[in-house]
């Protein structure tokens, strides 16, 4: 009789992809490879694999990131634990319709307005784009002020 119950029953080994609980190792705490600046992982995607793709990070900024690409940090605690699949990101966002207080028709109240506003432009595109785009930005922007200052001191001259 209890050959035969299991037989019977599901074997608990057989993976049900895409449906209840996926068991997986999830990350806890992750740092950004490049500025070494580390997280807590608030939140994740994971497909029916049990594969973790896409995290949502607290670097401690008072903002959460979101849908940061998990193979874009390093994985500093890991945890296994289970919950249904949470479908990974499928569109991105578009830069060209995130919100600034200034446009090519306006100008910026004070100096302490336009820091703000460049600020929030760099804080949505890392947060759209990843770290490495924020690299690339400040990178970027480092030049950029070289040439700002060649223009100044021509003028103070």
Known sequence: M??????????PFVPTYG???VVHDCPKHVQEM???IKGKVVSHTLNESGDVNYVDVDFGTGKIYENIPANKL????????KHEIKEEPTNEVDHSTISLASNIDQTWKDGRNMEDD????????????????GDDLI???QSVLKRWEKINDAYTR
Do not use: C, N, P, Q
Request: glycine share 12%; proline share 0%.
């Open 2 to 11: 209890k050959l035969k119950k299991l037989i019977e029953d599901k074997d």
């Open 19 to 21: 449906k209840g609980d």
């Open 34 to 36: 490049k500025s070494g």
């Open 74 to 81: 390093k994985i500093l605690e890991m945890r296994e634990h």
């Open 118 to 133: 460049l600020v929030d432009w760099f804080d949505a595109s890392v947060g759209a784009g990843g770290t490495e785009l």
């Open 139 to 141: 990178y970027s922007l």
